[in-house]
């Protein structure tokens, strides 16, 4: 079958980026996922939950809309790797730590208020990156240190942007400001940050981010319906728990391959 | 008056002058006008920021994020600078600064109309294999366009080159594609699955928007002017067939499916009658009823329909 061919193809291009243990890894969850999609079959609960996340059911219409998404196969990958580059945060949070102390509330901020209304995860991922890219900018990092309120207000406009991007209703300012912070900024400050942070990252506002590397592996591994939207969820929880993490690590967009190892944890059936 | 941003950096206002209005894009005027630095003409949008409201507005702020990365494409058009400036009022105002194109496919199909003459097909051909390379190039990096029509892509007739535009309603995607809202778009060239209540977009959107636009093409009319979402979809279903969940498996589910009339699909050379067999095998593909059967505007590069163009300088 070409398909499968295809799919080695592009696991063994895969291997120069990850490391052989976790290629390991791949194959082991791979074969995970094809039980356990058979296993949804047959569950009457779970067929309903498919038919409602998808339009067909049939083998022929999942074969052909793998077909449909192919041709960004051999240049995708590629794509990202070359705009994730562009993404290479500096070490200044080491060299930093008043900076890196209120960035960190500022994140957990950001996290809070994403859940209270429901965003996506891709939402506050957009969030945390204009945060540090801002805050790494060259003449924000001196300011902050007299001014730790600075970082807070950034953090409004960063989530507010995100959310003009991704979602498809956004608060209003002084809404958005729902979880408990030292401060609470009127419109009209949010308004002038917002477009000093567009400024400052030069209004790139679609960066390669961890879930564009998930977007590309669920789709190599033909995932689709309920099972997709499963494996997503259980990344993307992965992926907040490192924001949220002790220390707010920052993500390098790559990340998202670091996902698989606590995924094949959570899924052995041991 | 004091130079808002200090020195060395002129205002919007200073650096053009605005020549003339032609236009209203997504979100706010367009006006031609030249750039005093160098006597280079451009377009020049221009949305105003109410301090008192709520900070930049979505589109402004998806389609300048989403031109940053596509600009390099010679079929998108390209964003040249985005400058702050200050209106009589002191309000803070965005210019985005365009290519200037002279004219729009809508403009350029409307003079043929008047004249009676009909798009040489040569120029036809050169014109859709532009558009699917421009679409093709907004896909491969994750960006929906969701608002093709003629007015959006513009167009250069001395050299007969086409850009698309006006992206504020753009989308950049991943998988599973979020629910997004009802948006406002043109209705001729929406496809079936939007004005059926699908909000799970997909890149199929697009494809049927160049289907009708390739139709427009040919033929100088719309091929499914509608005046309103019922209307739209019963100039559909009368040429391509109601569609049934033989044709179109989960048509049924969708939220906005009813009892529609019965008709069977005819022919599509009875609405595009001069166009050509391969030519209407390339239009069938791009108007499947089911989106994941539509062809990918990379694949329709590759059709046979355009294997005699030269596609040396496109």
Redesign the interface.
């Known amino acids: 079958m070409p398909l499968d061919h295809h799919l080695f193809l592009e696991e063994i291009k895969m291997a120069h980026r990850y490391p052989k243990p976790l290629l390991d890894t791949l194959y082991c969850l791979k074969d995970h996922i094809h039980w356990e999609e058979e296993q949804v079959e047959d569950d009457e609960y779970s067929s309903s939950t498919t038919?409602?996340?998808?339009?067909?059911n049939?083998d022929t219409?999942s074969v052909?809309?793998l077909e449909?998404d192919l041709?960004?196969d051999r240049?995708?990958l590629s794509?990202l790797l070359a705009k994730e580059h562009q993404n290479q945060l500096s070490n200044t949070l080491q060299k930093n730590l008043v900076l890196a102390s209120s960035r960190q509330e500022a994140v957990e901020w950001i996290l809070k208020v994403n859940a209270h209304y429901s965003f996506?995860t891709?939402t506050a991922v957009l969030a945390v990156n204009y945060l540090d890219r801002f805050l790494f900018s060259f003449r924000f990092q001196n300011d902050s240190n007299n001014n730790p309120w600075l970082t807070q207000l950034a953090a409004v406009?960063c989530l507010?942007?995100a959310a003009?991007?991704?979602e498809?209703?956004?608060p209003?300012?002084v809404d958005l400001q729902v979880e408990e912070s030292k401060y609470l900024f009127e419109?009209?400050a949010?308004?002038?940050m917002?477009?000093l942070v567009?400024?400052a990252l030069?209004?790139?506002?679609?960066p390669v981010t961890p879930?564009?590397f998930l977007?590309y592996i669920?789709?190599k591994l033909g995932l689709k319906g309920y099972l997709?939207?499963e494996f997503?969820r259980r990344c993307e929880t992965v992926l907040l728990s490192v924001f949220a993490g002790e220390g707010g690590r920052m993500l390098q967009a790559d990340d998202g391959g670091c996902v698989w190892v606590p995924m094949r944890r959570e899924n052995d059936p041991s | 008056m004091e130079k808002p941003g200090g020195g060395g950096v002129l205002s919007a206002k200073e650096a053009f002058e605005k020549l003339e209005k032609v236009g209203e894009g997504t979100y706010g005027k367009v006006y031609r006008a030249r750039e005093k630095a160098t006597g280079k003409i451009v377009a020049l949008k221009k949305t105003r920021l109410h301090e008192d409201e709520e900070g930049v507005p979505p589109t402004t702020l998806r389609e300048v994020s989403i031109l940053r990365m596509l600009s390099r494409d010679p079929h998108v058009v390209r964003l040249m600078d985005v400058k702050q400036g200050q209106n009589k009022e002191g309000k803070t105002v965005l210019y985005l600064v365009f290519e200037y194109m002279d004219t729009d496919l809508k403009k350029f199909i409307r003079s043929f109309r008047q004249t009676g003459q009909t798009v040489p097909p040569q120029t036809i051909k050169s014109l859709m294999y532009q558009l699917c390379k421009g679409v093709a190039f907004c896909h491969g990096h994750g960006i929906l366009h969701r608002d093709l029509k003629p007015h959006n892509l513009l167009m250069d007739p001395k050299t007969m080159m086409l850009k698309i535009a006006d992206l504020g309603l753009a989308r950049a995607f991943t998988v599973p594609i979020k629910k997004y809202t009802h948006e406002i778009l043109t209705l001729w060239y929406r496809a079936p699955e939007v004005l059926l209540g699908a909000t799970h977009y997909s890149m199929a959107v697009d494809i049927w928007s160049v289907g009708c636009i390739f139709a427009e093409l040919v033929t100088k009319q719309a091929l499914f002017p509608g005046d309103s979402e019922l209307q739209q979809l019963l100039h559909i279903f009368r040429l391509l067939g109601t569609p049934n969940e033989d044709v179109w498996p989960g048509v049924s589910k969708l939220m906005n499916w009813h009892e529609y009339p019965q008709w069977n699909p005819q022919s599509l050379s009875t609405a595009v009658p001069s166009l050509d067999e391969l030519g209407l095998d390339l239009l069938s593909q791009m108007l499947k009823y089911e989106p994941s059967k539509r062809i990918s505007a990379k694949k329709a590069m590759e059709h046979a329909y355009f294997d005699d163009l030269d596609k040396r300088h496109l």
Request: aromatic share 10%.
């Open positions: 038919t409602t996340i998808t339009n067909t049939t219409s052909v809309f449909h041709f960004w240049e995708e794509s996506s891709l406009a507010s942007l003009k991007v991704e498809t209703h956004v209003l300012f419109a009209k949010v308004n002038r917002e477009i567009l400024s030069g209004w790139q506002m679609n879930l564009s977007d669920t789709r997709c939207l997503l």
